[in-house]
């Protein structure tokens, strides 16, 4: 970990992050920007939740754009149109349930359509300091499998056997080193093995490597 901070220093940020640090760990913002991000790429996902916070900044006003408004200014997102009803309804329902306050805590995050266990980590960590979470994206969920500090099937099964097999002090950051680096280096297809400063402790490069002895 000490090795993948040092690594990602002169790396873009993934876009969520830079929505974080931008709006001062504003939990509106990144909730929303996270809830767009799923299955998005990062330059797509930055744009949208720009043009989205130009038309509404608060989860009042953003409640009261329909559905139709939403869909135009996050398109071309993945599953704009079901993410534009997730969206509206969530703003909704913090202003109603919340006072138009982010709900901090796991359940009240959940209750919220289209959040899932990802975005409400991701909140927890970047809005509201948690050191009690570890947030499991598609990129965390294949890199930890390949390091092998994990073996598991599903991003939810890496989250559980995450707490069990890393250290509490890097939970809040096991997000932004692995996403940044498996945007970078360890992508999907074709991974930057050679370019890779824990290589060494790869447990995927270690079976490559024996088997091509």
């Known amino acids: 970990m000490r090795s993948l901070a040092r690594a990602i220093d002169n790396l873009d940020l993934p876009a ?11 939990p509106f ?25 130009r038309a509404a900044r608060t989860p009042r006003t953003m409640a009261k754009l329909s559905v139709k408004r939403i869909e135009r200014l996050i ?14 309804e969530t703003c909704r329902l913090v202003v109603t349930r919340h006072h138009g306050r982010v709900p901090g805590t796991m359940e009240e995050l959940l209750a919220l359509p289209g ?8 909140v927890l ?13 598609t990129h965390v969920h294949r890199i930890s499998n390949r390091l092998g500090w994990v073996r598991t099937r599903t991003p939810e099964e890496t989250e559980q056997a995450l707490y069990k097999a890393t ?3 890097w939970w809040p950051y096991i997000n932004l ?3 940044t680096w498996g945007q970078n280096v360890c992508r999907p297809v074709y991974p930057r093995c050679g370019d890779c400063v824990i290589r060494g402790d790869c447990a995927t490069g270690r079976r490559l490597r024996f088997s091509s002895r």
């Open 16 to 26: 969520v992050e830079k929505i974080s640090e931008e709006s001062q760990e504003d």
């Open 29 to 53: 913002e990144v909730l929303i920007a996270t809830m767009l991000s799923a299955q998005t790429r990062d330059a797509v996902t930055a744009s949208a939740s720009e043009r989205l916070f």
């Open 75 to 88: 398109y071309p997102v993945s599953f704009y149109r079901h993410k534009a009803k997730h969206v509206k």
């Open 115 to 122: 959040v899932g266990r990802k975005t409400a980590n991701l």
């Open 125 to 137: 960590i970047l809005s509201f300091k948690s050191l009690k979470n570890i947030c499991v994206d």
């Open 167 to 169: 250290d509490r002090r």
């Open 177 to 179: 080193y692995l996403v």
